[in-house]
């Protein structure tokens, strides 16, 4: 993302979100393992692997694929053969260990007692209204989050492919905390809905219900592509969206575990008050 964060420092940004990234990692594995053993997994060995490969392979993958285009092309814009090899010991000298590490604390910590104890046999739910369905929920829960930062986007695109300065970093971070606070209403009103038909399937409904505002995201970042860049050749294009899907799919992530945590914590206070004799 060159000179998104300063004209004189150009990619300090991503380099920082990088570190940052690797680094969490410990954090990352933590969190999973503390979830996957609440929710009575057996598999910790897959779980642990998937945290510490499954995004940042995708991830990798497409930048790597896109950075061949590059190559072909004989651009001097190519990232080099040792930033990549830098980029693996990173990951797998760093990132992963540290995944591992966290997933051993989690894992090593009592299993979180929930404020009731869920039936042995599973209800059946009953048939729902249109209104009430996962397509309609996903669809409808995706725009608001959206519609919070769509109008910020636009001045990210402008920054990132028409090379404008981008320095309102304050607003930028009011703008985060609305979409947080979006994300997690939402989803917290859908899922009411939800269990009010007796519903109790939410896990992935509420990831996907803020989550599905990266589809949103993606779509307007191919309507910028029509209506303000001009780009002609197969790599230029090929580049912007998959950039872009990079993009998305980090903001897929983001929003749909606020999404997921919200809904985790909405519906631990709910049986919480609920008093059983």
């Not at 393992?33 to 779980?47: E, F, V």
């Not at 053969?81 to 966290?102: E, K």
């Not at 969206?241 to 999404?259: D, H, K, Q, R, W």
């Amino acid at each position: 993302v060159p000179g998104f964060l300063s004209p004189a420092n150009r990619g300090a940004l991503m380099t920082a979100l990088l570190l940052l990234f690797v680094l969490m990692g410990v954090m990352a594995g933590f969190v999973s393992a503390r979830l996957y053993k609440a929710m009575a997994g057996a598999d910790w060995r897959m779980t642990t692997l998937k945290t510490a490969i499954m995004f940042p392979g995708i991830v990798f993958l497409i930048f790597f694929s896109l950075n061949m285009f590059i190559w072909g092309q004989k651009s001097s814009g190519a990232v080099p053969f040792g930033t990549f090899f830098a980029l693996l010991v990173m990951w797998f000298g760093v990132s992963v260990p540290l995944v591992y590490l966290g997933s051993y604390v989690g894992y090593s910590m009592p299993k979180i007692d929930f404020p009731t104890k869920p039936n042995v046999i599973p209800r059946t739910v009953p048939e729902q209204a249109w209104y009430t369905t996962p397509t309609f929920s996903v669809l409808v829960g995706g725009i608001l989050p959206f519609g919070a930062v769509f109008i910020e986007l636009f001045f990210i695109l402008s920054s990132i492919w028409l090379h404008q300065f981008y320095y309102v970093f304050g607003f930028l971070l009011l703008v985060f905390v609305i979409l947080v606070i979006t994300c997690a209403e939402i989803t917290m009103v859908m899922c009411y809905f939800q269990l009010c038909a007796e519903d109790y399937h939410w896990w992935w409904r509420a990831f996907l219900t803020s989550g599905s505002s990266a589809g949103y995201m993606f779509a307007y970042s191919a309507f910028y592509f029509f209506t303000k860049l001009e780009m002609t050749k197969l790599t230029s294009v090929l580049l912007y969206f998959g950039y872009m899907f990079i993009g998305a799919l980090v903001f897929f992530v983001l929003t749909g575990t606020i999404g997921f945590y919200s809904c985790y914590w909405f519906v631990w206070k709910i049986f919480s008050a609920i008093k059983v004799d």
